[in-house]
């Protein structure tokens, strides 16, 4: 056997245990990742890499943490109360985020509003609402959220809408 061909096929099974090694397993899970008290930063870092995320943007989501920053992260997990519990014994707290279920008619009922006025107070399309409705199509995640938005709090959308909201000076 020559020198060549046996490093070659070092090399190949040296990029097929890669390979492997970067498989995710579970689940992917979206999760709001803040600031506790970072015990062991490394160890965040590779449990982070261990759950799909490369190695640098590990690195950088830790950094971000460091600096009392909320990250949003997307991981592979097979348990995820296992995963936040993980973290948080490292020092990180970690929330799931997940969308609303909305109840459009139910919204709309509480606001005393018709399908044509909340169509108009919330800027979006009558046929759409209609169709929501009526389950012939399913919000986007946009609308969604934004459905969320308006459940949880009209009055703060009706300010940004109408350009009442004032933010603070950073």
């Not at 600031?35 to 190695?55: C, E, F, S, Y």
Request: charged fraction near 35%.
């Amino acid at each position: 056997m020559s020198t060549k061909s046996s490093f070659r096929e070092a090399l190949e099974q040296r990029g097929e245990a890669k390979e492997k090694s970067r498989e995710r397993s579970g689940f992917p899970v979206r999760l709001m990742l803040e600031l506790d008290d970072i015990k062991q930063p490394v160890t965040v870092a590779r449990l982070l890499a261990k759950r799909g995320m490369t190695l640098r943007k590990a690195h950088e989501t830790v950094s971000r943490l460091a600096d009392r920053r909320g990250v949003a992260v997307e991981l592979h997990v097979d348990n995820v109360g296992k995963l936040t519990a993980e973290l948080s014994a490292l020092g990180v707290k970690a929330y799931a985020i997940e969308l609303p279920e909305i109840d459009l008619r139910r919204i709309r009922d509480r606001l005393g509003l018709s399908q044509a006025e909340f169509a108009t107070r919330f800027c979006l399309e009558l046929d759409s609402i209609q169709n929501w409705e009526q389950g012939r199509y399913r919000p986007d995640l946009a609308a969604q959220v934004l459905l969320g938005l308006i459940e949880a709090n009209p009055e703060f959308v009706d300010s940004v809408l109408t350009k009442r909201f004032h933010r603070e000076p950073r």
